[in-house]
């Protein structure tokens, strides 16, 4: 049984940086992966970053390359999402999950088992 709580999310203006994180319980998947993902009303949840556990290998959205940064900590049990640079566009819900290895897609929302609560983000302009 995994469960994971995001927390971070705030109000922030254009221009700041946040930090997001995400704390795992219970055991997750051995060589697998956490990934960010954030929804707006009216859209689908869209893939934002994605970090590996076995590798660090590190997968992001074109629109937030350069600007947001994934992060392990086993010490912790424990997934960052460094977001810099922030965007009104950036406004949204921000979940995270965890996944199995060799899933499919790392980028695709259905490879993911479990999922947290979700943090708000807000950035005004």
């Known amino acids: 049984q995994v469960r994971m709580v995001e927390s971070g999310g705030r109000l922030a203006q254009a221009g700041d940086s946040l930090r997001l994180s995400c704390a795992a319980s219970?055991?997750?998947?051995?060589?697998?992966?956490v990934g960010w993902f954030r929804q707006t009303p009216g859209k689908e949840r869209e893939f934002v970053a994605a970090f590996t556990w076995n590798t660090g290998n590190t997968y992001y959205a074109d629109s937030v390359k350069g600007r947001f940064a994934i992060s392990g900590d086993n010490g912790k049990n424990a997934v960052h999402l460094q977001m810099n640079s922030l965007k009104p566009e950036d406004t949204a819900v921000y979940y995270c999950a965890v996944r199995p290895p060799m899933s499919g897609s790392i980028y695709h929302s259905s490879t993911y088992f479990y999922w947290g609560q979700g943090t708000q983000v807000t950035v005004s302009s």
């Open positions: 219970g055991r997750t998947f051995s060589g697998g992966g």
